[in-house]
């Protein structure tokens, strides 16, 4: 029964751990399917989660924060999309430029305004996600299995949490079943096809980009106003180069995303469960192994040595019209 | 097929254009100073003075432009070739891996220069080991080196702390580093350079290996364009399809290329480990190789724009330190801010500026073959 | 309501310093087919552009059925009743025919009713006219006539009366040409009307109803295809009488320097597009290779050049075998005496951002006269380089300019110089005057020739039978992958078509 508890716990941080790599890497998904390529998640979520912390410390409205995250990584990603689209620069390029200057201005507005070592104040009570209880979770708590599993792992979770794997079947639905998305994934395949058939290539490249920013404004406000109480500098901590990853292992695919996330937020609640204890049959495993694990996988992925994963073709490439 | 915009001359090119992204990302800089409620002017005086106002500053900012020159020429030499290297920072990282065994080693025994040697090829080979993988893995499996470098970054910073807190850490000792070297694993300074030029070098840790750094630029430079592994690469680079039919193998190069990059970022290992700190610390790169990706940019990947870009990003963290001092408000994060701007400007919309100057110097030949014809009547 | 569906009036457009479109005047009358004929580069395809929409035109009027229309996109143009078949099909692969039918058409956010009615609606067009494809198919799996059906489907879907077909038939089979033009007949019996752009003449005089021919940029003449011959339309585009005979001696063949056996070729995608070839190559002749584009030409040169693994056969240079299933190092096939210009200059046989004196060594960079130890040996390219450019007189005359400077012709001699000036015992060259100017057209056939006189063998692949006949001293025909026939250069045009067709082929092979 200890056992059982301390996986249904390690789970339940899985999915806490998760919730920002699923939110990044279905940003990622709406940009690269439609052939931009966007390194600068990790910026975006940095910015946004900046954003959320210090306007919800202000206005002391967890909801204005979320808005102020969202808008602050929508203009970042129009930044993205001018310099790659309209400028047609560099995507990768811009995508590192982008992570840099979110990490030096988050820091240095954030100490400028608040003075708290590029903290921002602890939020409390509305200005932060509360979460959410299921009906009846307290009730049946002591149930044995389904207790645990229905008051500890599916209730009890910022609704932030619930919308991210929402947005899974949404985000499949909204690229496989709509014209929107249907003409996204044809202008990360083809861009020509999309211009000739009489619509516009640039508007709806910076259509994707725009969602990318929407999605990453979550990521954010995930981070600084769900999971932690207010912003830290450097909070997300590599989280956008891991969601990248992650959309890279799950092959461009909604819900493959979903699970890749969850294996990548797995190995990381179990390093942070493990922390100097042995692991069952294996032994004592160097926490810092399980860190890198999901990068490692990711190579082994790219050698294409577990399949193979073949990126949009026209990604990365900025759309010219053919003379 | 021809280039979208007008012909400039070599100077605007190499020169102006370069000049004007600049110019703008310290602008779009210095309104982020505005933004904090300091005076960007002000913060310019201090940058300027913080970096070159003594001998002192002089010196540290060309201890970081030591580094840069490193970092920058291993980005520039995969450009070259058409590789995106983003991983100059992991392979720095385990360069150093090179530098502290040759010190640990022999720095009682031997001379500086007897374990310089060594500690040049130890940080070359592991920083050549750590880019030959995804090289390998870009040349035979088709991965892509802009995503495996970002991996093997990460994937370094993890071995890193393992090996710093589990490995190399001296017994008893809480810091996660390596012992501190004895005389033969520090590098002498530059202070007889200084003096000539009447400086006195102070503290700073202006060390041997910035000449180091000015070989590796006159070596890279006579690699790309005098050799004919250099011409290799550039025909692979322009044109990978050109290289197949030439009988340029291009799994060969990739990994080739990959190990020079590579090389070259450990070498800038040296320069904190042997020149300034005698030991090895945890994230003792602190970011160097992403500011090589600037300096690269910069410098338009040509040794001879990459050492003044280099010296620029010095004077940038030297003075951006000297800021931090005296404007408590502007910390040195201020530099990774110009540093995103630079890449940003002189990377991602290097064209954004190009059509108004090609319009203003179409313009100019206009009214001065039109002035000359008047003239000419 | 008048019967003329499309007029142009003054239409100019420059590219920078390239003025593509001079003053441009075209009246199309509606229920024609009307041809559009010119060569390459002479500014067919950016009329076409203008008017559907890609490009603006720096001055003059587009008329549509009577009225003045300002085409600024081409959901402007599809607007106007225009609908464009384009060189290189615009379709996305992973996408089904389907999808790619209504892609831009949708009447829906939601794709489920979208797909439902498209479905219907492709029914009825492909019993109306004639075009049946599997809705469901995805694009990469179907051959390239049906790629092509599907990007027709696309403009009739879109109620496209004016259609634009732009060099359709480039990637076609004989047959699939010829089922091509039977169903642009069709769609002009259903009142359609259709411009057909293309460079062969041929076509144009097999179903168009009028054509104007197009040079440098102007429109030069408008012409009832009924009333002009073949002779005027190519003495039109040209501008003067084509020469189509060279001058030459007769060959003297010698030992065979180069033998082909049963060699198969895959592509990428494991199609074989070289499938069983066998040939050879004596000492002063030159063997051309004659078939529709597409055909494995390709394939064949980049496999006998090295650039490309073959799955199977032999190949023997000066009698001792090329592994070309294995490794094939294509310096050591140079080193043997092979010489190979390349079909595509701009991406293969040059670097277009290297300077003229670069490109000279491309492939030969190993050789020492070019180097010191490790080290390029500048002086000498530099010295080699202005030997070349005088003898080939390449313009301008400056080894230090960027080679995308120089002109297609220009370009098409740094190419040969390199090639020819090395000696080699056998050369192959694919496309020889492809976007080259008429005056480097006669230089570089008389620089072929002499090097058949030089004892040279040669192996001449092109697209243009006219030029093949010209050179060649045996022609090889090539239909699908397969070596079909074998003729003397006297064959007929209309023999060598057959055999381009696989008309003939078939029954050869079945003999």
């Given amino acids: 029964m200890e056992f059982f508890h301390t996986i249904i716990a390690i789970l339940e941080s899985t999915i806490r751990v998760s919730v920002p790599l699923i939110f990044a890497a279905l940003a990622g998904l709406f940009t690269e399917r439609a052939g931009v390529f966007d390194i600068g998640l990790e910026g975006k979520m940095l910015g946004a989660a900046f954003a959320a912390g210090a306007v919800a410390a202000v206005t002391g409205s967890v909801m204005m924060g979320l808005l102020a995250a969202i808008l602050i990584s929508v203009l970042l990603s129009l930044v993205h999309g001018y310099a790659s689209i309209t400028q047609r620069g560099s995507q990768i390029v811009s995508g590192v430029a982008i992570n840099f200057i979110v990490a030096g201005s988050t820091v240095i507005l954030g100490e400028a305004w608040f003075k708290q070592g590029g903290r921002t104040p602890a939020l409390a009570g509305d200005a932060r996600f509360q979460t959410v209880t299921f009906p009846f979770a307290d009730a049946v708590k002591d149930v044995p299995i389904f207790g645990p599993i229905y008051s500890n792992l599916l209730s009890g979770h910022f609704i932030l949490t619930y919308v991210a794997f929402l947005l899974v079947p949404f985000s499949w639905w909204v690229l496989y079943r709509t014209r929107f998305g249907l003409r996204l994934r044809a202008v990360g395949e083809n861009p020509g096809a999309v211009d000739t058939a009489g619509i516009s290539v640039i508007w709806l490249r910076y259509r994707a980009v725009i969602c990318c920013g929407i999605l990453c404004g979550f990521a954010g406000a995930y981070l600084s106003l769900a999971m932690s109480a207010g912003f830290v500098k450097g909070m997300t901590a590599g989280k956008g180069y891991i969601a990248l990853a992650a959309l890279i292992f799950a092959k461009w695919r909604p819900v493959n995303i979903m699970l890749a996330c969850l294996l990548f937020g797995f190995l990381d609640a179990l390093a942070i469960r493990l922390q100097g204890n042995p692991l069952p049959l294996i032994g004592q495993v160097p926490v810092q192994l399980m860190q890198a694990l999901p990068y490692i996988l990711t190579v082994i992925l790219l050698a294409g040595f577990i399949g193979k994963a073949i990126p949009p073709k026209a990604g990365g490439i900025p759309y010219v019209k053919e003379r | ?377 | 309501m008048s019967d003329i569906a499309i007029e142009l009036r003054g239409i100019d457009k420059s590219f920078g310093l390239v003025h593509a479109n001079k003053n441009i005047n075209l009246t199309v009358r509606k229920g024609t087919i009307h041809g559009i004929i010119g060569e390459n580069g002479a500014g067919k395809s950016t009329l076409m552009s203008i008017l559907y929409g890609f490009y603006q035109a720096d001055s003059g009027d587009i008329v549509v059925d009577g009225n003045k229309v300002t085409i600024k996109d081409p959901n402007a143009a599809i607007a106007s009743g225009i609908g464009m078949v384009h060189q290189h099909f615009m379709l996305v692969e992973n996408f089904t025919v389907l999808e790619n039918v209504m892609l831009g058409a949708e009447d829906s956010q939601i794709l489920n009713t979208s797909i439902s009615k498209a479905r219907v609606e492709l029914k009825r067009l492909e019993k109306e006219y004639a075009l049946e494809v599997n809705p469901d198919a995805l694009i990469e799996e179907l051959p390239v006539g049906l790629q092509q059906r599907v990007e027709i489907l696309k403009a009739l879907y879109r109620k496209a009366d004016i259609l634009i077909l732009d060099e359709p038939t480039g990637v076609l089979t004989p047959p699939e040409a010829d089922h091509l033009f039977r169903i642009l007949g069709q769609l002009k019996d259903q009142g359609k009307t259709i411009i057909f752009i293309t460079h062969k003449l041929r076509e144009i005089m097999a179903i168009t109803d009028e054509v104007s021919v197009m040079r440098r940029g102007e429109m030069v003449a408008t012409r009832h295809t009924k009333e002009t011959s073949v002779e005027e339309l190519a003495e039109l585009m040209v501008g003067r009488r084509v020469l189509l005979r060279v001058e030459k001696g007769t060959a003297n063949p010698g030992e065979v320097k180069f033998a082909v056996e049963n060699l198969t070729v895959r592509d990428g995608r494991g199609v074989t597009m070289v499938d069983n070839v066998s040939f050879n190559l004596r000492a002063g002749e030159i063997v051309g290779i004659a078939g529709v584009a597409g055909n494995g030409q390709s394939e064949l040169l980049e496999a006998i050049s090295g650039i490309r693994k073959a799955v199977g056969g032999t190949v023997l240079l000066n009698g001792k075998p090329i592994d070309v299933t294995g490794h094939v190092d294509p310096r050591e096939l140079r080193d043997r005496g092979l010489a190979h210009v390349p079909e595509d200059r701009h991406h293969v046989g040059l670097v277009l951002k290297f300077e003229e004196a670069e490109n000279g060594i491309l492939g030969y960079h190993h050789d020492k006269r070019y180097l010191n130890g490790v080290f390029l040996n500048t002086k000498a390219i530099q010295a080699d380089a202005e030997e070349k450019i005088k003898k080939y007189d390449i313009r301008p005359p400056n080894p230090r300019l960027k080679t995308a400077n120089f002109s297609g012709g220009n370009q098409q001699k740094i190419v040969l110089a390199r090639e020819m000036e090395r000696g080699p015992d056998v050369l192959i060259i694919g496309q020889p005057t492809r976007g080259v100017d008429v005056g480097a057209i006669e230089f570089i056939h008389k620089r072929i020739i002499e090097m058949r006189d030089q004892g040279k063998a040669v192996l001449l692949v092109s697209v243009e039978l006219d030029e093949i006949r010209a050179l060649s001293d045996r022609i090889i025909v090539m239909f699908a992958g397969r070596v079909v026939g074998e003729r003397d250069p006297d064959a007929t045009e209309g023999e060598l078509g057959l055999l381009m067709a696989g008309v003939e082929g078939r029954k050869e092979a079945a003999e």
């Fill in chain 2, 1 to 377: 097929m021809s280039n979208p915009y007008a012909k400039l001359p070599g100077w605007a090119e190499y020169g102006l254009i370069p000049l004007v992204n600049l110019v703008v990302a310290f602008l779009v800089a210095g309104l982020v100073v505005l933004l904090v409620g300091e005076n960007p002017l002000e913060a310019a005086y201090h940058m300027i003075n913080g970096a070159f106002g003594r001998g002192e500053y002089i010196g540290f900012t060309l201890y970081y432009a030591t580094t840069f020159i490193f970092t920058g020429l291993s980005v520039a030499v995969a450009f070259h070739a058409g590789l995106f290297n983003i991983g100059s920072e992991g392979q720095a990282y385990i360069g150093g891996i090179g530098v502290a065994l040759a010190c640990l080693w022999l720095d009682k025994t031997m001379p500086w220069f007897v374990v310089f040697p060594l500690a040049i090829f130890g940080s070359a080979a592991f920083g050549a080991l750590w880019a030959f993988l995804p090289g390998w893995l870009q040349a035979k499996r088709g991965s892509h080196v802009v995503i495996t470098t970002i991996m093997f970054n990460f994937i370094a910073s993890s071995l890193m702390v393992y090996l710093l807190t589990r490995v190399l850490k001296p017994l008893g000792s809480m810091a996660p580093q390596t012992r501190t070297f004895e005389a033969g694993g520090q590098l002498p300074k530059l202070d007889w350079l200084m003096s000539i030029f009447g400086l006195d070098l102070g503290n700073s840790p202006f060390n041997v290996s910035f000449l180091l750094a000015i070989l590796a630029a006159f070596g890279v430079w006579v690699l790309i364009w005098r050799t004919k592994l250099g011409y290799e690469m550039r025909t692979m680079g322009h044109s990978p399809s050109s290289a197949r039919y030439a009988g340029i193998g291009e799994a060969r190069i990739t990994v080739i290329v990959m190990m020079i990059s590579g090389g070259l970022a450990g070498l800038m290992a040296l320069n904190p480990i042997m020149g300034e700190q005698y030991r090895m610390q945890l994230d003792f790169v602190q970011g160097a190789g992403f500011v090589g990706i600037a300096v690269a940019l910069m410098g338009r990947s040509h040794p001879a724009g990459i050492i003044p870009a280099a010296i620029l990003f010095g004077m940038l963290y030297q003075g951006g330190a000297e800021i931090a001092f005296e404007m408590p408000a502007i910390s040195r994060d201020m530099i990774v801010i110009i540093q995103g701007l630079v890449i940003l400007f002189a990377g991602a919309l290097e064209n954004m500026f190009r059509p108004a100057i090609g319009r203003a110097f179409a313009s100019i030949g206009r009214r001065s073959a039109a002035a000359a014809q008047t003239r000419g009547a």
